[in-house]
């Protein structure tokens, strides 16, 4: 018990916190908007440091990139199998989000006065004109604003790799990026201790100003994503173990996959669950070469459970401002947003959250409300993040071993 409430130590302290100030933004109404500056600090220093971060973490990470030794078949099935399968995860996240309204259209125009900005699309540039106008800028000054994150993200994957062209030359360039790199890091981790006031008073402040109209969102969105997530656990990973090995590969599905679900819900933490998940793929009967690489690489790059919660924020944003996104780009910025969060550990949740508000044209000063909903969802989502790996692995086994890969294994 003590173990698990160490671990789940962070999100507690923040959930209490946003409760906390739900009740005082309840009793004090809009007396309460007098510790709204309070969250206002949080929010600043949340924007002020996303520049940087940006730039710093994805320089590193292609930096610290090594060339894989041997893609051979088991990496071309895994690239495959997650692909299709984080595209089956987003559109339940769509079923989900598009059957049922997350926030009612008539507490939306009450609550978008909070935000500064409002959405207004170019409706006069052509597609291509769009697509120039969010990869680029025109001046390297307007890479430092919050407004062209993915212009500054393309910048800093060009910047890494030119480092690494540069090879020794660039030696001391890249010490510089992984040296500040890890200095940013630290940076946020100082602000995420300053999180609970921040987001307290600004939820204080929501609820004192709106009332029960934004609430009842965050209710909504959280049982409707926890059903969501029961039915692909349940119904979904179940199709594809008796897709990988009939009758048997179910039983051994169900079998093994309790150790990696709770070792998910005790830690809330992917990476924790890569021992607990490895064993229980071998004990299927799935070789140990696919274990051993499925799992380390899903754990970076395959998060179902994420996929889907980038689709009910970018779903309860489009609610909230009565815009109607369409199916094809919920899947195309719920996956990139999705890799984002993935590759990058610390701060990758931010960023991830930074890229479905500047491709959504969604006002940045949204990104609380994407906080929140990040913090009532982690639970379930690494849940799914971890046996989406558990079930991918079994649909790799069973295309590259064939369809008696199970009893293969136990002879």
């Known amino acids: 018990m003590k173990k698990v409430l160490k671990t789940y130590k962070s999100t507690l302290i923040l959930l209490g916190a946003i409760i906390i100030g739900g009740i005082i933004g309840a009793i004090f109404k809009e007396d309460a908007l007098v510790l709204k500056p309070l969250g206002d600090i949080f929010i600043n220093l949340l924007f002020i440091v996303i520049v940087p971060l940006i730039f710093l973490t994805i320089t590193a990470g292609i930096i610290k990139m090594s060339n894989p030794k041997r893609l051979g078949k088991i990496m071309g099935r895994i690239i495959f199998v997650f692909a299709i399968t984080s595209v089956i995860a987003v559109l339940f996240g769509i079923i989900g989000t598009y059957s049922t309204k997350l926030v009612k259209s008539k507490d939306s125009v009450a609550i978008k006065e909070l935000f500064d900005q409002s959405i207004e699309a170019d409706k006069d540039l052509s597609i291509l004109e769009r697509t120039a106008s969010l990869l680029t800028v025109s001046d390297f000054p307007l890479l430092l604003s919050k407004s062209n994150i ?5 910048f800093s994957i060009i910047f890494g790799f030119a480092i690494r062209m540069a090879k020794e030359k660039g030696e001391k360039v ?3 990026i992984l040296s500040l790199n890890d200095v940013i890091l630290n940076v946020v981790n100082i602000i995420m201790y300053y999180a609970p006031i921040g987001l307290g008073c600004y939820f204080a402040a929501l609820i004192g100003t709106y009332g029960n109209s934004i609430v009842s969102g965050f209710l909504k969105t959280f049982i409707i994503y926890t059903v969501t997530c029961v039915f692909v656990y349940v119904v979904v990973y179940s199709i594809y173990a008796l897709i990988t090995g009939g ?3 179910l039983k051994d599905y169900w079998k093994n996959i309790f150790t990696p679900t709770v070792t998910a819900l005790a830690t809330c933490s992917s990476a924790a669950c890569i021992p607990v998940n490895i064993t229980a793929i071998k004990d299927m009967g799935i070789s140990e070469d696919i274990a051993e690489t499925t ?3 899903g754990t970076t790059f395959h998060k179902e459970g994420s996929a889907i919660g980038s689709v009910f924020k970018i779903m309860f ?5 009565e815009v109607s996104p ?6 195309g910025v719920s996956l990139v947003a999705t890799l984002l969060v993935s590759a990058i550990p610390i701060g990758g949740g931010t960023i991830s959250e930074m890229m479905i508000l500047s491709m959504m044209a969604y006002p940045v000063s949204a990104l609380p409300i994407l906080t929140i909903i990040a913090t009532i969802i982690d639970a379930p989502a690494t849940v799914l993040n971890v046996v989406g790996d558990t079930s991918s692995a079994m649909l790799i086994a069973r295309n590259i071993d064939g369809k008696d890969f199970l009893k293969k294994k136990k002879k």
């Not at 369409?326 to 899947?331: E, H, K, L, P, R």
């Open 247 to 249: 009758k048997e590969g």
């Open 150 to 154: 993915i212009a500054l993200l393309v």
């Open 295 to 297: 799992v380390p690489i």
């Open 326 to 331: 369409s199916i094809w780009t919920v899947i």
């Open 317 to 321: 944003l489009a609610y909230l401002f």
């Open 174 to 176: 890249k010490e510089l």
